[in-house]
C-alpha cells in the first residue's frame, strides 16, 4: 500500500555545495573560522580530511566547525595521496587550489568516482600551468604538479559548470594578475558568494549575455564564521514525495533557494505543484526560505534545456514526478547526467520501467509518460548502481507505490544525506527501509 501523507515539518541537512566550499575557503583564510550547519556527509568529511591534508586545523566543535586556516600560497605538501571517495566536487576543487601551488599530490577516489571524467577540469587548469598525469580517459586516480606561480588567463567555459568555473577562480587565488572565466549560461554562483564573504573581490559583468567573472590575484581570505543553509537538492525529495503522496502538507525549514540551484522548485510550479514560500529571507549572502508542500495532480511539460544547469542534480526526483503527472514530461539538454555517480539517464529509464513507469529514453534525455496520479505497481529489485540520489529517488516513489520498491542498496546515501531513511520515516509515518529490500 502506498504510505501516508507527508505532513509536519522537518529541517533537511546543510547545503553540499555549500559545505564543500566553506571548508575550503576557510582553510585557504589567515585566522579562525566557524562553520554552522555543515552537512556532515561523507563527500564533505572527505574535503575536510583533504584540507587537513593540505596544513589546514579542521574539528568539530559541539555542533559546530572549527577552522584554522593556513593561508593562500603556504599549503603543505601532503604526505600521501589524498582520497576523494565518492566526492567529484571535493576532485574537481581540490584541483583548482592545488594548481596554482608549489606541490604535488595524488588524487584517488573509489569506482565510481575513478570512472567519471577530470578532462574538463584539467585543460584550463593546465593552461595555468598546472601539470597533470590522469589515468587513461583523463580520470582519477591522477597526479597534479601545481605551478607557483600560475599563470593568469581568461577561459570561455565549453559546457556550463560551476564546478570547472570554481576550480578556475579557486586556482585564481594565488595567481599573481587578472583571471576571467567567461559562462555563455549561468550557473550556481556559490563560490563567487561565498569568495566575497571572505574578503575577496569577485568582479561580475554581463557582456552579450554571457557572464564575465574576474579575479585578480595573489588574493589574502580574511575569516568569516558560515552558516549553511539547507540543501535544496536535500529538499527536492521530500518535495516531490510531499506533492505526488495524496493528503500530505509539509513544511522544510530553512531551504537554500539560490537562482542557480532553484530550477526545481520553477518546474514543479509549472507542472501545478503547490509549493508556499515562506519567511524569505538572507542567511549568510544566501537566499533561504521555508517550503510549506501540500499535495497536487501535477501536468506533463517539456522542460527547457536553459534550466538544467540550474537542477542539474535534481533530475532524478523530477523524474519521479514526471512519472505520477498526466500526460508527458520532456526532458532534453541532459548530457551530464551520463557521466554522473552512474548514468542516472539510463539509470532511472531502468528503474521507473520496472516500477510500472512508461519512460523513453534519448540521447540527452527522458520522455516520461506519468499515470495521471495513480500509484505506481512498485516492485525490484531496482539496482541504483552506488548512486545515491537514485536511491533516494526510488525511495520517494516506493512513498506512491502499490507494492514498496526493493533496492539492492540504500547505504550509499550516506555520501550525501545521512539520516535520509530516519527523516522520511517521520515524515510519513513509515518504517524506514533496510540496508538492501523493500523501501515503503
Known sequence: MPAGPLTGRIRVPGDKSISHRALMLAGLAVGRSRISGLLEGEDVLTTATAMRALGATVERDGADWIVDGIGVGTLLQPDAALDMGNSGTSARLLMGIIAS?????????????????????????????????????????????????????????????????????????????????????????HTERMLRAFGVAVDAETVDVEMHLSLTGPADLSPCDITVPGDPSAAAF???????????????????????????????????????????????????????????????????????????DEFPALFVAAAFATGTTITSGLDELRVKESDRL??????????????????????????????????????????????????????????????????????????????LDRATGEPPPSPSGTTS
Open 238 to 312: 521530500f518535495a516531490v514525495a510531499a506533492t505526488i503522496v495524496p493528503g500530505s502538507d509539509l513544511v522544510i525549514e530553512n531551504v537554500g533557494l539560490n537562482p542557480g540551484r532553484s530550477g526545481l522548485y520553477r518546474v514543479l510550479d509549472e507542472m501545478g505543484a503547490a509549493i508556499d514560500l515562506q519567511d524569505r529571507r538572507e542567511i549568510g549572502g544566501e537566499p533561504v526560505a521555508d517550503l510549506q508542500v501540500r499535495h497536487a495532480p501535477l501536468r506533463g511539460v517539456t522542460i527547457d534545456p536553459a534550466i538544467v544547469p540550474s537542477m542539474i
Open 346 to 423: 539510463g539509470t532511472m529509464a531502468q528503474a521507473l520501467r520496472a516500477i510500472g513507469a512508461r519512460v523513453g529514453e534519448h540521447a540527452d534525455g527522458l520522455a516520461i509518460e506519468g499515470s495521471g496520479g495513480r500509484p505506481l505497481a512498485g516492485g525490484g529489485p531496482i539496482e541504483v548502481r552506488h548512486d545515491h540520489r537514485i536511491a533516494m529517488s526510488m525511495a520517494v516513489a516506493a512513498c506512491a507505490s502499490e507494492a514498496g520498491i526493493e533496492v539492492d542498496d540504500i547505504s550509499c546515501i550516506a555520501t550525501s544525506f545521512p539520516g535520509f531513511a530516519a527523516l
Open 101 to 189: 601551488h608549489g606541490i604535488t599530490a595524488a588524487l584517488t577516489g573509489d569506482a565510481s568516482l575513478s570512472r567519471r571524467p577530470m578532462a574538463r577540469v584539467i585543460e584550463p587548469l593546465g593552461l595555468m600551468g598546472a601539470h597533470f598525469t590522469p589515468s587513461p580517459g583523463g580520470t582519477l586516480p591522477l597526479m597534479i604538479e601545481g605551478l607557483q606561480p600560475a599563470v593568469p588567463l581568461t577561459y570561455r567555459l565549453p559546457v556550463p559548470s560551476a564546478q570547472v568555473k570554481s576550480a578556475i577562480l579557486l586556482a585564481a587565488l594565488n595567481t599573481p594578475g587578472t583571471t576571467t572565466v567567461i559562462e555563455p549560461v549561468a550557473t550556481r554562483d
